[in-house]
């Protein structure tokens, strides 16, 4: 369910008002006025209301009490109506916008390009049964994930969401044909999951209303839900499951044009291919050499289990973040990395009950127009306390040292909550709202090995080695998603070659892998953390070849996020003021 949220919730936004100024320039063209009404235009007749849960996400709570149209006519609607849009926007001259407008305008038309190849050709209403199970669940988790209104109100609009929902996942049955297998699969791995979320997290999360005639309505829309979602569950069983023969690959041509509508890359698949494989074959002889060091006669997989086994205890993993935190803004500051914005921390807590399953550590930040949840949390998953021994030690083992030094990076400092505290310095509604996953999770994955190489150092040389070691592991995974992502959906890599690859080349556990692989069949743009970080590298490489002995680390990475989070070749084009390769 988490990784349906996707870029809204991972990109980490501000809190500015809804009518917040759009352009930079001090005396906007005609153009640029004219271009920016219409871009208001899609995003507020078209943008937010046939996403409402995305809406609640940003905190645009008018569409609370809305649900997606999950019908086949609702999908020829929005297409109809993207299409109006393209065609209006298109009549725009963009050479006639400013540096900015263009920036914004390739980013709304790409998004609106992007819809309509999902729409239209890749066709996730048609053939994935998870897109109705896990997104009826996603309308019901964001009225509860942020206390952005009392526990009635949010309750009222859950209500109203969940009278819809039965239909919804009755829609499925009309618009499901021939589904891939693994989708099918998938989607009934995924249920049991979203059922108990629904007899479960959903009512605990309103135990505190005690409004009865409220509190009846809620107890007859949740069990019509749970029920359709039962029935769901049979009917995915019984009649689809055994005739699922669909195929899930995108194929050559649309891989291409979604990653260029996306992330605004168009370079051809086999040279990205070999960008990759020369930054893993980089990595891995890096990981070679380091072990080698350490522990001269161990394999890269006991290498891992030797770093699983180095971590706090479960009742000091909480002190043992808010520790590093505290050490890499003192490291940040001292070398001038970035500026951080605010002294304001995430606040650091035990994951929600409704989030355990589903994920170990995550960032939980506003959305960028949300006026009353504002804080920021710092969310981690501890084991159970009636877990045995075993089980305890092997989950507390992807809490390792060097595990955890990634992810507070990653996900904080200077990763994804530094990038959402420098939101409220962009003024651009369009980049507060539209994005890529190259810049969001580049730019985190990029901190992971940017930090390192900027001098950070564990206790002693041994330690800075074995945090070395769980980066480079970090970066094999990804390098490993993006070989895997092109090559299983261009037809060259079978799924169950793709489990092999990242047991061989990503050093994962089979049972990782698989997990893996399942991921990229439906997630095939999942190659947007090493795709960004090597946009950003070059970028950074670049820029220093231009300025020279003026070049400066921090001003680098504050210019950067200046831009808000749009793909590298936006980003690139502004500071470079050019159109160069972004790789």
Avoid at 154 to 171: C, S, T, V, W, Y
Wanted: charged share 25%.
């Amino acid at each position: 369910m988490r990784k349906k949220i996707n870029l809204w919730n991972m990109v980490l936004l501000f809190v500015v008002f809804l009518n917040s100024p759009v352009i930079f320039a001090d005396n906007p063209s005609h153009s640029d006025t004219l271009f920016y009404q219409k871009a208001n235009q899609f995003l507020d007749h078209y943008y937010f209301p046939v996403h409402p849960s995305l809406a609640t996400e940003l905190g645009l709570h008018q569409y609370d009490t809305r649900l997606e149209d999950y019908s086949k006519e609702g999908v020829k609607q929005h297409v109809v109506l993207l299409k109006k849009y393209a065609a209006s926007l298109s009549k725009i001259s963009e050479k006639n916008l400013s540096e900015q407008a263009q920036g914004d305008y390739e980013l709304i038309l790409n998004t609106i390009r992007s819809e309509l190849l999902t729409l239209e050709s890749i066709r996730p209403w048609e053939k994935n049964p998870d897109y109705y199970s896990s997104g009826v669940s996603l309308d019901a988790f964001v009225l509860i994930e942020r206390q952005f209104a009392s526990p009635e109100a949010r309750l009222q609009a859950l209500i109203a969401r969940e009278k819809g929902m039965p239909e919804a996942l009755q829609a499925a049955r009309v618009n499901i044909k021939n589904p891939p297998k693994i989708y099918t699969q998938i989607a009934l791995e995924q249920l049991p999951g979203i059922i108990k979320f629904f007899q479960s997290d959903v009512p605990k999360a309103f135990s505190a209303v005690h409004d009865p005639k409220l509190s009846k309505q809620f107890a007859t829309s949740n069990s019509a839900v749970i029920k359709a979602l039962f029935d769901y569950q049979a009917w995915l069983k019984k009649d689809v499951l055994p005739k699922s023969d669909g195929d899930f690959r995108l194929g050559a041509e649309i891989y291409r044009q979604k990653l260029k509508y996306d992330e605004m890359v168009t370079l051809p698949l086999d040279q990205l291919l070999a960008l990759n494989l020369e930054n893993m074959r980089q990595n891995q002889q890096e990981f070679a050499r380091i072990a080698k060091e350490l522990a001269p006669n161990r394999t890269p997989e006991q290498m891992l289990a030797a770093i699983n086994q180095n971590h706090p205890a479960p009742d000091k993993l909480l002190t043992a973040f808010k520790d590093k935190f505290s050490y890499l803004i003192d490291f940040i500051q001292q070398k001038k990395i970035i500026t951080i914005p605010s002294p304001v921390r995430p606040i650091m807590e035990e994951t929600p009950p409704f989030l355990r399953a589903i994920t170990f550590a995550s960032m939980d930040t506003p959305g960028p127009f949300e006026a009353q949840a504002k804080e920021a949390y710092f969310n981690v998953t501890l084991p159970e306390t009636n877990w045995s021994k075993d089980k305890t030690d092997s989950f507390m083992g992807q809490f390792n040292y060097p595990s955890i030094n990634s992810i507070a990076i990653h996900e904080a400092y200077p990763g994804h909550y530094v990038q959402f505290l420098w939101m409220h310095d962009v003024h651009d509604r369009i980049r507060k709202v539209l994005g890529a996953m190259s810049n969001a999770e580049g730019w985190a994955h990029y901190c992971e090995q940017m930090m390192l190489d900027e001098g950070l150092q564990g206790k002693d040389e041994r330690d800075t080695k074995f945090l070395r070691l769980g980066e480079l592991l970090n970066a094999l995974l990804r390098n490993a998603r993006f070989t895997v992502s092109i090559q299983m959906h261009t037809g060259k890599m079978t799924f169950d070659e793709a489990v092999d690859y990242f047991v061989k080349e990503g050093y994962l556990s089979p049972v990782a892998a698989m997990i893996e692989a399942k991921r990229g069949t439906t997630d095939p743009m999942y190659l947007y953390y090493t795709l960004g970080k090597l946009q950003i590298l070059k970028l950074r490489a670049d820029l220093e070849k231009k300025e020279g002995s003026t070049f400066n680390l921090q001003q680098f990475h504050d210019d950067f996020m200046r831009q808000g989070f749009p793909p590298i070749k936006i980003v690139r084009k502004a500071l470079l003021h050019n159109d160069s390769a972004t790789l």
